[in-house]
Every structure is written in C-alpha cells, then in structure tokens.
C-alpha cells in the first residue's frame, strides 16, 4: 500500500471494530455538575464534578471517560481533588484506567472498624 509519511495504515479482523452504524450519534460529552452536601463530620461540602466523554470511532458507549471532583469541606476546612479516566484499548487490546485523589493534612476520613 502506498501511504506518505502522514498516514498509517490500521488493519483489523475485529468486527465490531469493522462494523460503523452511521446511525448512531457520535458525539463527544462535556459536563458539570455542583456537588453539595453536609455530615455532622465534615460539616457542609461544596464541590464541582466535571465529565468529559469522547465517543471516538465506534462510540460503543465510549472510547475515553474523564471525570475530575473538587471538594471543600467546611468544619474541617479541608478539601479533596480526585480524577478517574479510562481510555479504552490504549494498548492494543488493553485499556488504561486511572484513579488519582489528593486530600489536604486537614481531611477527614472516618474509619470505623474491623469485622473479624
């Protein structure tokens, strides 16, 4: 096959990735959401949770999913930033998933205990 230096050539016997249903809508997601919320703990939570999903070629029901969290805490006066994603097949067949938080010295987290 002749391909310039610009364009790759991606082969595949898969057929749901052969297969296109030009039906189907194909189209990328941004979100925002206010996160409220209060325990006797934590005292009032104030928050945003952000999404972002790309449909990518086969859309099935996604190719990429970000989702980022920032909270603060009132009584506590502590706050929590977190990120899931996942992009699927980011190595061959093989999906990458990721999940990241990071909490101030002054973030409670209850633990209540073991059952044995």
């Known amino acids: 096959m002749n391909v310039d230096k610009k364009t790759s050539v991606l082969l595949s016997n898969d057929y749901e990735t052969n297969t296109y249903n030009y039906k189907k809508p194909n189209f990328d997601e941004f979100t925002g959401v206010p996160l409220v919320g209060f ?3 934590d005292g009032i ?6 999404d972002f ?4 070629y086969l859309g099935n ?11 603060y805490f009132f009584a506590t006066k502590g706050y ?3 990120y899931a994603g ?11 998933v990721i999940h990241a938080q ?3 010295s002054n973030f409670v987290q209850n633990f209540l205990a073991l059952a044995i």
Do not use: C, M, W
């Not at 999903?53 to 990518?56: E, S």
């Not at 999913?65 to 909270?71: F, I, R, S």
């Not at 996942?86 to 990458?96: E, G, M, P, Q, T």
């Open 39 to 41: 325990n006797p703990d």
């Open 45 to 50: 939570r104030l928050g945003v949770r952000l």
């Open 53 to 56: 999903t790309k449909k990518g």
């Open 61 to 71: 029901p996604y190719s990429q999913k970000h989702t980022a969290d920032a909270n």
């Open 80 to 82: 929590e930033l977190s």
């Open 86 to 96: 996942i992009v699927k097949r980011a190595f061959s067949h093989f999906d990458l």
């Open 102 to 104: 990071a909490t101030s």
